[in-house]
């Protein structure tokens, strides 16, 4: 046999072996389960509101399992929203309650980024709720060389809900809501008023706020059946935040300087208050978080 051949041979084998692997990592995670035979579409809803999926809404059940399957087969991902939830969920759950939001906006945060407080897009968008600098600003988060509130996530998740009110007062709907979040509330304003149309399910729009609420609906269902769909072990245990407690400052002329004066770990300083861009704060009325040793 020639050498060739040989080589073909073997990279014949490593392919099956490959597929093979393949298959089973796909059939672990996977199962057996086919959500679109359990899932009861009577009751997929958006804060109550019930998604139509008959008669001249047709089309939104391809779209509502297209964003569960794009959900569901971005594996690493998905786990990553799992083992994040606890350090940021609650926290969001509690304050939407408190301003009489429905709890279903906590899924926009996971839409939005990922529950990464690190997060940036490429249109400058930052932080778990993705505020752009000019709404930021519009909704009393600091956005200068020194700080960007967008990364403290409690600031900017009262900003969030600030934003959720005035948008429900626009458009006294929460789906609209949530699709004017991403769109814009002119933008969407426009496209109704040009369609003579007054709900989300009716509008023509582009690609993105088109699938935006789908993509909401496929995080909540996945996330609340998470256990059902997907076996625990995979999932993994949750990620769990340190210890920690907040302390008052007027200013900082060196950050570095501080945290060795007060024995703090300058590295997770940085990491538990990623809103502060430079090396130092300027006078103003400050709470830094620290580890709570």
């Known amino acids: 046999m020639n050498k060739s051949r040989i080589v073909l041979i073997i990279s014949i084998i490593f392919l099956l072996i490959s597929i093979g692997i393949f298959f089973l990592v796909g059939e672990k995670w996977q199962g057996s389960v086919d959500i679109s ?60 309650k408190a301003a009489g939001i429905p709890d279903d906006f906590k899924y926009l945060a996971i839409a939005e980024s990922g529950l990464r407080n690190e997060s940036l897009s490429s249109a400058w968008a930052w932080g778990i709720w993705q505020f752009i600098p000019g709404t930021a600003k519009q909704y009393g988060l600091q956005v200068t060389d020194s700080v960007d509130e967008r990364y403290n996530f409690e600031l900017e998740t009262d900003a969030a809900i600030k934003y959720f009110q005035k948008l429900y007062d626009d458009f006294h709907n929460w789906t609209l809501v949530a699709a004017a979040y991403n769109r814009w509330e002119n933008g969407l304003r426009r496209a109704m008023d040009d369609q003579g149309v007054t ?33 625990a072990n995979d999932l993994g245990d949750f990620f769990v935040e340190p210890k920690t407690r907040v302390v008052e400052v007027f200013n900082i002329p060196d950050i570095k300087t501080w945290c060795q004066e007060k024995k703090h770990d300058y590295a997770m300083v940085r990491q538990l208050n990623q809103w502060i861009l430079g090396d130092s704060l300027p006078e103003g009325n400050w709470k830094i978080r620290v580890l709570d040793l």
Not at 215 to 230: G, P, S, V
């Open 37 to 96: 035979k359990i899932i009861d579409y009577s009751k997929v809803n958006f804060a109550g509101e019930n998604v139509p999926f008959e008669g001249k809404y047709y089309y939104n059940l391809e779209k509502f399992e297209r964003e569960l399957s794009v959900t569901r087969y971005n594996l690493y991902q998905f786990v990553l929203y799992h083992k994040r939830d606890p350090l940021y969920i609650p926290y969001i759950e509690k304050k939407l």
């Open 199 to 231: 709900s989300y399910y009716d509008l023509y729009m582009n690609e993105e706020t088109t699938r935006y609420v789908f993509r909401i609906l496929a995080i909540k269902y996945l996330m609340e059946n998470r256990y059902k769909i997907f076996n």
